[in-house]
């Protein structure tokens, strides 16, 4: 008696599977684990057969910031919260804090963010969902452009370190004759460690750190709103 084997349907590739696979290895091994070849063994296929939905890399890292980037805008969509007046600055945060939360979950996206040389249809809604809060507020479309460059990748959830020290930074490690020709780098690096467990995005990068640098933009540019008025 012969005996036919069932087999379970294979779920055929797309564009969108591709890009989710991709972000799931990022995620789990981070960017530098990004191969074709690595992606295609998640997915079960030829590594060839993947050039039908990305043309090449550039492209797959193209679709994963577009694939992020809607995931970011999903989340802040669903806020609706008041912006009108000086609502605006609590919506603003809020909107902000939110995108963040998204990068937390990938923390190796800030860098490839950074990296594209293409403008990601995602990111420009982000930031233009971003000015219309400002408009609420009463911004000029001016002093909205010069807050959009104020905020920078903060604008985002995740902002650029000045410098990483790497690792052994430590002020006790630093070489005597360079501790003299850098006294207050060492002095502050002395008194403020930043070895946090809790780090997030980057060296010093922590929740605190982000939401200072925040506040005071945003600070800065409610009184300019108000001064304007």
């Not at 070849?37 to 890292?61: C, I, P, Q, T, W």
């Not at 989340?75 to 600055?89: N, Y």
């Not at 650029?160 to 690792?167: A, R, W």
């Not at 809790?198 to 800065?220: A, M, N, R």
Request: proline share 4%.
């Amino acid at each position: 008696m012969s005996v036919t084997t069932q087999l379970q349907p294979r779920t055929p590739l797309s564009r969108e599977r591709v890009l989710r696979a991709a972000v799931e290895i990022a995620d789990a091994e981070g960017a530098e684990a990004l191969t074709m070849r690595r992606l295609a063994k998640a997915l079960g296929a030829e590594a060839m057969s993947l050039y039908h939905y990305v043309a090449n890399k550039e492209d797959l890292l193209d679709g994963v910031v577009e694939l992020i980037a809607s995931e970011i805008n999903d989340a802040v969509d669903q806020l609706g919260v008041p912006s009108a007046g000086a609502a605006w600055k609590q919506a603003t945060r809020l909107r902000i804090l939110t995108a963040r939360t998204i990068f937390l979950r990938h923390p190796w996206a800030p860098h490839v963010f950074e990296t594209r040389k293409t403008v990601s249809l995602a990111v420009v809604r982000y930031h233009d969902r971003l000015v219309g809060l400002m408009r609420d507020g009463g911004f000029s479309y001016d002093l909205a452009h010069h807050a959009l460059h104020a905020l920078g990748s903060r604008a985002l959830g995740f902002s650029q370190e000045l410098f990483d020290p790497g690792d052994g930074a430590a002020a006790g490690s630093v070489p005597a004759e360079l501790a003299e020709q850098v006294p207050h780098l060492v002095g502050m690096l002395t008194e403020v460690a930043h070895d946090d467990p809790d780090s997030t995005l980057g060296w010093c990068d922590d929740q605190f750190e982000f939401e200072f640098g925040l506040d005071l933009i945003l600070d800065g540019l409610d009184r300019l709103r108000t001064a304007a008025r």
